[in-house]
């Protein structure tokens, strides 16, 4: 399998789109109600470039196949060396590797940005999730009851961190 890790584009938009909105609607990865638009979205890119932060597709065949990106943890001063990161791979992808290659380049961005720690934020029923960021070097840090509700119940967040 080649895959290609680069810089998302607009062009990348609608296949972005396909695995969030799926994800939205199928899954309690993303604690969204409502699918995402077109417009929505190149807004979340517009903003990752403005503010040096980046937005990485997974492309195999000319097809996205996954995506990863980091951002502000909280808004105050003193968090400005933490970031908060995302990955999702299209489901008929999962499994195959591109997750923790999107991961490994975002890694290799934050050092490269004198970034601190990263931080992800995980439905604790996700375990797969959990399991895959500990085969990457994350640690659990925390677990935090009931602080989303999705699909008519209250879910838990799990911390995990890594040191860069």
């Known amino acids: 399998m080649s895959i290609i890790i680069r810089q998302a584009t607009t062009e990348d938009l609608p296949g972005i789109l396909q695995i969030v909105n799926h ?65 999702y791979i299209h489901k008929d992808y999962i499994g195959n590797g591109i997750g923790s290659l999107l991961l490994k380049e975002l890694i290799e961005i934050a050092k490269l940005q004198n970034l601190h720690t990263m931080i992800g934020v995980i439905d604790a029923e996700n375990g797969g999730s959990i399991a895959f960021h500990e085969r990457m070097g994350f640690k659990r840090v ?23």
């Open 23 to 87: 994800e939205i609607l199928n899954t309690t990865a993303i604690w969204d109600y409502d699918v995402r638009t077109l417009a929505q979205q190149a807004a979340i890119l517009d903003e990752k470039k403005e503010k040096n932060f980046p937005f990485l597709v997974a492309e195999k065949n000319g097809i996205v196949v996954g995506f990863g990106t980091y951002g502000t943890f909280r808004f105050k001063i003193g968090y400005r060396f933490t970031v908060e990161h995302s990955v």
């Open 142 to 164: 925390g677990h935090i009851k009931e602080t989303g509700y999705k699909f008519d119940r209250w879910l838990d967040s799990v911390f995990v961190q890594i040191m860069l």
